[in-house]
């Protein structure tokens, strides 16, 4: 028996579907889905937080040569590690990179200066919210996984279709 749902769709369909929720999902916090969709997200999405809990610590201090008005100066930087790098490359083969939203209150002049700096929002905030607050927890109770739940709304109205949303603790 399979251990994966197809999920009535050819296979190059349910994996684009499939990355598209579990981004969606990481970026926003929350989705809605079908309940069979749901229990395929869940799947993907405590894979990707867990791989990036044993994963976002792996850091390496670079000195690099900066030149400012021809004065030359040397830099550390923070570069990733190779387990960390590995990491961020399958959630850039894996996600659909999500695109910043500018606040309603804020200029556009503040949101160029807050987004300036990260070229991949989704991916930053897997590694730098979720991993290390999934990490804290792990080590406080022992255990891990059970990143996300899924709760059951009911039926669809129109196809009755199990509805449900799934949501990052």
Excluded: C
């Excluded at 916090?29 to 610590?57: C, D, F, H, S």
């Excluded at 606040?103 to 503040?110: L, M, Q, V």
């Excluded at 990260?118 to 406080?140: C, G, M, Q, S, T």
């Amino acid at each position: 028996m399979a251990s994966h749902r197809k999920l009535s769709r050819p296979t190059d369909q349910r994996m684009a579907l499939l990355r598209n929720q579990v981004s969606y999902l990481l970026w926003n916090g929350k989705l809605e889905t079908t309940y069979p969709r749901a229990k395929e997200v869940q799947k993907l999405a405590e894979k990707y937080i867990t791989l990036a809990m044993n994963t976002y610590e792996d850091t390496v201090k670079v000195e690099k040569a900066k030149f400012v008005k021809g004065a030359k100066s040397n830099v550390e930087v923070l570069n990733d590690g190779p387990k960390k790098l590995a990491a961020r490359r399958i959630f850039m083969s894996n996600l659909y990179d999500m695109q910043e939203t500018k606040g309603d209150k804020e200029s556009r002049t503040a949101y160029k200066i807050r987004t300036s700096d990260v070229r991949h929002p989704l991916i930053e905030k897997i590694f730098n919210e979720y991993a290390p607050k999934f990490d804290k927890i792990a080590k406080e109770k022992g255990q891990r996984g059970g990143y996300t739940a899924i709760y059951k709304i009911g039926p669809r109205r129109g196809d009755a279709a199990e509805m449900a949303i799934i949501q990052i603790l």
